[in-house]
């Protein structure tokens, strides 16, 4: 079992910034990768950015290409996700995931979750 915590979702205007955080406890050995996902209101859930864990690779979403980072601390089992030059649009539940196993794809087959932490970006 893995469990995750995410942490610095909120409100911040248009064009502003915020970070995100996901912090791992139990079987944070078997990391394959970490992913982060995001909810808005009325729609599916939707992959954001992924990280391989040992590697370093990074995955992004054509939407947040450009404006989002993803990065991680191995000795710390904790991803981040900064997130510039916000909009409206990326108002969500924003959701952090681990994969234990190479699937084949960083853009599904997650096998843990967290709670989520939401962000409101205001006009």
């Known amino acids: 079992q893995v469990q995750l915590v995410e942490s610095g979702g909120g409100l911040v205007q248009a064009g502003g910034s915020l970070r995100l955080s996901c912090g791992a406890s139990g079987r944070t050995f078997s990391t394959y990768a970490r992913g982060w996902f995001r909810q808005a209101p009325g729609k599916e859930r939707e992959f954001v950015a992924a990280?391989?864990?040992?590697?370093?690779?990074?995955y992004y979403a054509d939407s947040v290409k450009g404006r989002f980072t993803i990065s991680r601390d191995n000795a710390r089992s904790t991803v981040y996700l900064q997130m510039n030059s916000l909009k409206p649009e990326d108002t969500a539940v924003y959701y952090c995931?681990?994969?234990?196993?190479?699937?084949?794809?960083?853009?599904?087959?997650?096998?843990?979750w967290g709670q989520g932490t939401p962000v409101t970006v205001s006009s």
């Open positions: 990280i391989a864990w040992s590697a370093g690779s990074t």
């Open positions: 995931a681990h994969k234990s196993y190479n699937s084949g794809s960083y853009y599904y087959e997650y096998d843990y």
